[in-house]
């Protein structure tokens, strides 16, 4: 059995379609097939059922499929710990981010990173709470940056910033500025976002109760929301760093919230407990920094670094 062979496996499993896997791996559609033949020959077991519609592991197959797994990883790690050793940043780095955080961090993450980082092969991909765990649970992300789920066995949290959100309504709402301003948000006014609104933490929290809020149509963005808000009255609850972006006369029309517990959510990295780059956590930590304003970030990380071992 070879490492190679144990990675067509890995592919197989995931994709579930012969081509896909073999694209996925760098090789040909029977170049994978007859490897995988090979082992399956060797180990004197089917590792995957096949018909013409259907590919799925047998029941001994799905145990050597997880093996194969741990062996990737532990391969995987010994590669880590010489990149994290060496005098240079290297190697690559898969991102997941919560699409709701994105926009606020990625296109300064990526300007800040590659340009103090440049031998690292980076890639983001935006993912909700779910998916951005179970990729980082099957190793196809290393680092998630999101609000943090429940507990989740073998996944460390690591706190970076707590942003607040505030009310932003139109101009033909400004009388009830004082009533938003004390935390009383109507709800018949209110436009919502389709996932961000979900604080479960915070005054307020709009995900398990669809009788709050305007559901004509469940906006996507912050941007939309705002572009509603203006046309049509009302007002949604955007976050902090959404501020900036908006026009001068447009900031005129943002409240502050004097809600208890605050309308804020927490931005967290979410690894693996046994992840060891600690050097490339600390790189994103420092992205970070570079991006958000100093108030926002965990105090402990203005004076320390992350330490994994």
Request: aromatic share 6%; hydrophobic share 40%.
């Amino acid at each position: 059995m070879t490492l190679q062979q144990m990675e067509y496996i890995v592919a197989l499993d995931k994709y579930r379609h012969f081509v896909l896997a073999a694209e996925a791996c760098g090789v040909t559609q029977p170049t994978l097939s007859a490897m995988i033949q090979k082992l399956e020959e060797e180990l004197d077991v089917k590792i995957f059922s096949r018909d013409r519609k259907n590919i799925s592991p047998t029941a001994i197959g799905e145990k050597i499929i997880r093996q194969a797994r741990i062996a990737l990883n532990e391969t995987q790690r010994i590669r880590e710990v010489v990149a994290d050793e060496s005098s240079s940043m290297n190697g690559s780095l898969r991102i997941g981010i919560l699409p709701t955080i994105a926009p606020y961090l990625v296109p300064d993450f990526i300007y800040h990173f590659r340009n103090t980082y440049p031998n690292v092969n980076l890639s983001i991909d935006e993912k909700e709470n779910k998916s951005l765990v179970q990729d980082l649970r099957f190793g196809n992300l290393d680092i998630a940056i999101t609000t943090p789920p429940e507990a989740q066995a073998n996944i460390l949290e690591i706190p970076v910033y707590v942003e607040k959100f505030v009310a932003y309504f139109s101009e033909r709402c400004s009388k009830a500025r004082q009533i938003i301003a004390n935390g009383n948000l109507p709800p018949e006014h209110m436009w919502i976002l389709k996932e961000g609104h979900c604080l479960p933490n915070s005054g307020i929290n709009f995900c398990k109760n669809k009788d709050i809020g305007n559901h004509i149509y469940e906006a996507g963005s912050i941007d939309t929301l705002i572009k509603i808000v203006d046309k049509n009255g009302g007002y949604t609850i955007i976050p902090e760093l959404h501020i900036s972006t908006l026009s001068e006369e447009q900031k005129k029309n943002i409240q502050t919230l004097d809600v208890n517990p605050p309308a804020q959510r927490n931005v967290s990295i979410l690894i693996k407990d046994d992840f060891i780059r600690e050097r490339m956590v600390n790189a994103v930590l420092d992205t970070i920094k570079a991006i958000i304003p100093a108030h926002m970030m965990d105090e402990r990380f203005n004076r320390l670094s992350i330490k994994l071992r």
